[in-house]
Structures are given as structure tokens and as C-alpha cells.
């Protein structure tokens, strides 16, 4: 079974711009979790999509954003970029919403790692 | 609001000593608790939780809603446990997950 894929998982960005994330879930996960890992600050929760519907959402300001499709495939987006946006974007799946599941296991995917200059 | 601290950013121990890895968590509910790992340039995994009661790679954690902690203990050290360690938390009704700042265990030859 392949694992959480993300893409891309290097980039380097200006200040103002835009920058799109992606996230494939293990087959058959239909929860997918966003989070942003910094340093100082550790996982920071952004938001979990289930079934192309956003759940839960974390304290960060409304130019991050996403979506799921249909495959349960996400996308991530921040508009505006700025430099503290500088980190790493880890992906999460899990089989259903990380609030009821039995296990509560999630599946990390390897990062996004973004730079902005 | 819930919230997950770990007070050691970094741990340095012995191989073969024991290691103790602190997490204290603030929820006025019954949360559960998990310990996720993170080896040299592997994945975040989960390592153990709270509710199973069991023993992962020779580490445990116990649940102390009287102190509210729930520190990852193992009584003796091997090479291959330096890894970053995160402490999370799960609420009820559907919460998200809360990790902690994560520590780093190093253990030495």
C-alpha cells in the first residue's frame, strides 16, 4: 500500500506570492489533515478535509486554504506569502475523521518544505 | 483550550541509561493521549497510545490525569531511540489532534 504522497516536496517562493500543495492519501483514507511544522512552534493544525468537506480548521489567517476532491486528494493553498510562512507542511490521512477514529492513527506524508524569500 | 507541553527540547542520555520524556497537557475533558516519533529522515509515526496500554520498542506512558502528564518512559536507552518525540493529544466530540514542541532524544555510544 503506498504511503501518504506529497508534492511537490521543495520550494522556494517570494514574498506575495502564491503557492499550491499537494496531498494524496493512502487508498482507501478519507480523511486528510494539514499541518504546519516550524521549529519554534512544533505541528501547528490548519485544517482536516473528510469526504471534500472541511471539518476542523486551526488558528491561522483565512489566506490558507484548501480543498478536497472527490478521490479525497487535497490541495493546500497560501496567498500572499510571507516569510513566516517559511516551513515545513506535513500531510496527514487516516481512514476516518481524526475526531472518531478507533485508533487514532494518522499517516504522515514527507513535507512540503517551503522557502519564502 | 486544549493545550500539550513538553519542557525539554532536547535530551541527551547514555546508551543503556534510562530515559524519561516529559509531556504535561492542559483539557478539562477525558482526552486521549499518543506519543508520535520521528526517526532520521523517516515519517512521523505513531508510536503508542494512551488507551492500548502497551509496550512499543520497550517504551510505555502511563496516564496520570492527577497531574495531568503522560511522560514517555523506557528503562534502558538504545542508539536507535534518538529520534524527535511528540506528545498529542485528541479531545472529545471530534477534536483535532494537539501536538507539543516535540523533544529531542539523542542517545549517546
Known amino acids: 500500500k503506498a504511503g501518504v504522497t506529497q508534492t511537490p516536496r521543495y520550494l522556494i517562493k517570494t514574498r506575495g506570492q502564491q503557492v499550491t500543495l499537494s496531498c494524496s492519501p493512502i487508498?482507501?483514507?478519507?480523511?486528510v489533515s494539514w499541518y504546519q511544522q516550524t521549529p519554534g512552534q512544533g505541528l501547528q493544525f490548519l485544517f482536516e478535509?473528510?469526504?471534500?468537506?472541511?471539518?476542523n480548521k486551526g488558528n491561522f489567517p483565512g489566506r490558507f486554504s484548501g480543498r478536497q476532491f472527490s478521490n479525497s486528494r487535497s490541495e493546500m493553498n497560501v496567498s500572499t506569502l510571507e516569510l513566516g510562512d517559511s516551513a515545513l507542511y506535513l500531510c496527514?490521512?487516516?481512514?476516518?475523521?481524526?475526531?472518531?477514529?478507533?485508533?487514532?492513527?494518522?499517516?504522515f506524508g514527507e513535507g512540503s518544505r517551503l522557502t519564502v524569500l | 483550550a486544549q493545550r500539550v507541553t513538553q519542557p525539554e527540547k532536547l535530551l541527551s542520555v547514555f546508551k543503556g541509561a534510562p530515559v524519561e520524556l516529559k509531556c504535561n497537557y492542559s483539557?478539562?475533558?477525558?482526552?486521549?493521549l499518543f506519543w508520535y516519533v520521528q526517526y532520521s529522515r523517516q515519517r512521523l509515526q505513531l508510536l503508542l497510545r494512551?488507551?492500548s496500554r502497551e509496550s512499543i520498542k520497550g517504551f510505555t506512558a502511563d496516564l496520570n490525569k492527577g497531574e495531568t502528564s503522560f511522560h514517555l518512559k523506557k528503562p534502558f536507552a538504545q542508539e536507535e531511540d534518538s529520534a524527535m518525540y511528540y506528545c498529542?493529544?485528541?479531545?472529545?466530540?471530534?477534536?483535532?489532534?494537539?501536538f507539543g514542541p516535540g523533544t529531542r532524544l539523542s542517545v549517546l555510544p
Open positions: 496527514a490521512s487516516s481512514l476516518h475523521r481524526q475526531g472518531i477514529s478507533n485508533t487514532g492513527e494518522l499517516f
Open positions: 487508498s482507501g483514507h478519507r480523511s
Open positions: 478535509y473528510f469526504s471534500e468537506t472541511q471539518r
Open positions: 483539557y478539562s475533558g477525558s482526552p486521549e
Open positions: 494512551h488507551i
Open positions: 498529542a493529544l485528541r479531545g472529545n466530540y471530534g477534536q483535532n489532534f494537539v
